[in-house]
Each structure stands twice: as C-alpha cells, then as structure tokens.
Nanobody
Framework: QVQVVESGGGLVQPGGSLRLSCAAS????????MGWYRQAPGKQRELVAA???????TYADSVKGRFTVSRDNAKNTVYLQMNSLKPEDTAVFYC??????????WGQGTQVTVSS
C-alpha cells in the first residue's frame, strides 16, 4: 500500500521561504510524475509544480521564478522550494504521485500560511 506523506509547511512572513518535502513509500512502484497542488479556502485545487521521470518540470504561472520543484528518484521523494512567498500563496499544499499506470496517490496536505 502506497503512502504519501508531506512535511515542511508552516507560518512564514511575506518574502520568506519554505521547503516542502514529500515521500512516497510502501511499494516498489515507479512514479511517472510527482508534484504539488494547493487549495486555498473557497477555491479549487490547482497544480503548483510537477516533475516528470525524465526531469521535465512544469509550473503554474503564478509561481514561476519563485518556486522550484526537484526530485530524488531513488527515494521517491519530491521537494518544493518556495521563495519570495506572498500572502496569496496561503493554502493547503498536497503532494501528488502518479504511477505509470495512471493511478494518482495523494498526501493529506500541509498548511502553508504567509502572513505578517
């Protein structure tokens, strides 16, 4: 059974930085893509950033130049380095790992709050 566990959320002032980590464990599965989504109160869940098995990355326009997604394939771990955080980045961040067969696994989410 695959488990996806996020860590690294918290409270940070505007302009600050946070690093999120996510580890997928419990199987010998290879994940085609791993990434991060977020959901702010009253809004739909949206893709923030993802990284594919070949190293290609994709980002939401709102985070380009501020966030960086990276991956350790050997550990089935994905990271999100968030710099120059803004109040509008406040949301619950969810890790997503998608298998080659197209099955998506989700973490339970970690709260990121950007406030002075």
């Amino acid at each position: 059974q695959v488990q996806v566990v996020e860590s690294g959320g918290g409270l940070v002032q505007p302009g600050g930085s946070l690093r999120l980590s996510c580890a997928a464990s419990g199987g010998s599965m290879w994940f085609n893509s791993m990434g991060w989504y977020r959901q702010a109160p009253g809004k739909q869940r949206e893709l923030v950033a993802a990284i594919f098995s070949g190293g290609r990355t994709t980002y939401a326009d709102s985070v380009k130049g501020r966030f960086t997604v990276s991956r350790d394939n050997a550990k089935n771990t994905v990271y999100l380095q968030m710099n120059s955080l803004k109040p509008e980045d406040t949301a619950v961040f969810y890790c997503n790992a998608q298998s080659i067969g197209g099955i998506a696994y989700w973490g339970q989410g970690t709260q990121v709050t950007v406030s002075s």
